[in-house]
């Protein structure tokens, strides 16, 4: 038998104890509110309210402030002030809107963690329905989230799947961004969480019109590793809206596929 010692120099020693190890990142919790006008954290600038248009900025939202001293959202570049809920009512066209908000373990790099939103999406009418193409988010292929089983299309090319979709034993969604990189949406992330905002449109063509939409939304956190906890919460918009009658539109939460999804307004 032979033995081999190795003999590693001072300076060589040094640098690897001092070369720092990239932390983990874990999920501790995640909520979703509809609760009216919420505060959103994010580095992503855009227009807001009349200097928006309508493929440029959110104008429903209502404030955009930097972060200063004292201020809420420290860590991040802004703050701003979007409605939750049924919003931004008109004659034929409301909004519906939530945040997501989720909490990393101490100590974590939220580099490390990876946030995204999948939906599903069903839209009926007595005048037809165009249903909206998928929008990549971060993950892909088969996903499972608790004992939820599902299968990420991340092709943009696809429209949404319907609501209660499956394939071969598992769920089928599409992705609906929400990366933590994300220049087109408002989020904003940190080594102690991340939060986001969405905001469904409804819109009809005509007083006569029957529609409805229903969403099937998951939004998730992935710890890193496989091995550090993750956060998803399952929730459904349904929203009914018969001719001149007032859109009738109802959140549900769903106990399938969501983890460490522990607070809900």
């Known amino acids: 038998m032979q033995i081999r010692i190795l003999f590693i120099g001072a300076g060589a020693l040094a ?31 855009f227009p807001i309210g009349a200097d928006a248009g309508p493929d440029n900025g959110f104008p429903e939202c209502t404030a955009r402030q930097d972060v200063g001293p004292g201020t809420a959202c420290q860590g991040f570049a802004y703050i701003y002030i979007c409605p ?4 931004s009512e008109v004659a034929l066209e409301q909004k519906t809107g ?9 100590g974590s790099d939220g580099a490390q ?42 092709d943009e090319d696809n429209a949404f799947p319907a609501a209660g979709s499956r394939a ?15 220049g087109q949406v408002i989020i904003g992330q940190t080594d102690g969480g991340v939060q986001w905002w969405d905001n ?12 409805s939409w229903e969403y099937r939304f998951l939004s998730f956190v992935r710890g890193s590793g496989g091995e550090n906890p993750d956060c998803s919460c399952a929730f459904d918009i349904d929203v009914i809206w018969l001719d001149d009658s007032p859109a009738v539109t109802n959140f549900v939460r769903s106990a399938s596929g969501s983890v460490n999804c522990n607070h809900w307004d």
């Open 15 to 45: 640098l690897a104890l001092s070369t720092p190890v990239a932390a983990d990142c874990g999920c501790t919790g995640m909520s979703v509110t509809f609760a009216g006008p919420q505060d959103i954290c994010s580095n992503n600038w």
């Open 113 to 154: 963690c990876t946030a995204g939103q999948i939906l599903q999406l069903s839209i009926t009418s007595n005048m037809g329905a165009d249903i909206p193409d998928i929008n990549p988010t971060t993950l892909d292929g088969d996903q499972d989230f608790g004992t939820y089983l599902t299968t990420i299309d991340n």
């Open 98 to 106: 939530f945040k997501v908000e989720a909490d990393y373990a101490g």
């Open 200 to 211: 469904t449109d409804q819109a009809k063509d005509g007083h006569d019109e029957n529609a």
């Open 84 to 87: 939750t809920g049924v919003n």
């Open 168 to 182: 071969n034993g598992r769920y089928t969604y599409g992705g609906d961004n929400y990366q933590s990189d994300s």
